[in-house]
């Protein structure tokens, strides 16, 4: 069983920054895409940040220049830096990622951390 757990949520004020941690456990043969998710109250679930095995991104346009996702593919973790954080990207963010553990290829998703900003 493959389990992703976040970390780093927290409550910032506008301008701050925050470090988010998605770390994998469990039989893992090996990770490939890893993503970002996030769900505003009362929003759907939309897409933050993609990485690829090979350490490639993508950013939705309302993150690009601000957000930096990365991985460390010896340690199965990823993580997203967020800087100049803003009210609106208030959320519980959500690590997904699609992850062999001996009986194929299967998508996983973390339970959420919560970030808040506010001033």
């Known amino acids: 069983q493959v389990q992703l757990v976040e970390s780093g949520g927290g409550l910032v004020q506008p301008g701050g920054s925050l470090r988010l941690s998605c770390a994998a456990s469990g039989s893992i043969i090996q990770i490939y895409t890893m993503r970002w998710f996030r769900q505003a109250p009362g929003k759907q679930r939309e897409w933050v940040a993609t990485?690829?095995?090979?350490?490639?991104?993508n950013y939705a346009d309302s993150v690009k220049g601000r957000f930096t996702i990365s991985r460390d593919n010896a340690k199965n973790a990823m993580y997203l830096q967020m800087a100049s954080l803003k009210p609106e990207d208030t959320a519980v963010y959500y690590c997904?990622?699609?992850?062999?553990?001996?009986?194929?290829?299967?998508?996983?998703w973390g339970q959420g951390t919560q970030v808040t900003v506010s001033s």
């Open positions: 997904n990622a699609f992850i062999n553990g001996g009986s194929g290829v299967r998508e996983g």
């Open positions: 990485i690829s095995t090979e350490g490639g991104s």
